[in-house]
Nanobody, 123 residues
Framework: QVQLVESGGGLVQAGGSLSLSCAAS????????MGWFRQAPGKERDFVASISWSGTSTDYTDSVKGRFTISRDNAKNTVYLQMNSLKPEDTAVYYC????????????????WGQGTPVTVSS
C-alpha cells in the first residue's frame, strides 16, 4: 500500500507559477513510478506527467511540455510538479498517483491515488 497526499494547489493568475508536492508513505516509495493527472470540471481525468522510480525517465503530455517539470526526491518520499507559464486551461484538480509500471499514462495503470489538490488559473 502507498498513501499519497498532495499539496500546493491554489489560485494563480495566467502566466504565473505553482509548485505541487505529493508526499508518499507506506511501501518503498523508490520502487514505484509516479504520475500527475488532472481533472477539469465535467471532464475525464487526464495524464499530465510521469517519472520513473529512479527519476531518470520522464514523460509529459504535449500541452504542458516546456512549462511543467516533474521531479522526485526518494529520500523525502516526495514527488513534485513545477508548473510555470500557467494558462486558464490548466485549471483542474491535480492528482498524484503511483504505479508498479514505468512510463505509463493511463489511469488504469496506476494503483494508488491521492485525494487531489485544486489549481485555478485566472485570466
Amino acid at each position: 500500500q502507498v498513501q499519497l497526499v498532495e499539496s500546493g494547489g491554489g489560485l494563480v493568475q495566467a502566466g504565473g507559477s505553482l509548485s505541487l508536492s505529493c508526499a508518499a508513505s507506506g511501501r518503498t516509495f523508490s520502487s514505484v513510478a509516479m504520475g500527475w493527472f488532472r481533472q477539469a470540471p465535467g471532464k475525464e481525468r487526464d495524464f499530465v506527467a510521469s517519472i520513473s522510480w529512479s527519476g531518470t525517465s520522464t514523460d509529459y503530455t504535449d500541452s504542458v511540455k516546456g512549462r511543467f517539470t516533474i521531479s522526485r526526491d526518494n529520500a523525502k518520499n516526495t514527488v513534485y510538479l513545477q508548473m510555470n507559464s500557467l494558462k486558464p486551461e490548466d485549471t483542474a484538480v491535480y492528482y498524484c498517483a503511483a504505479s508498479e509500471l514505468s512510463g505509463v499514462t493511463s489511469t488504469h495503470e496506476y494503483d494508488y491515488w491521492g485525494q487531489g489538490t485544486p489549481v485555478t488559473v485566472s485570466s
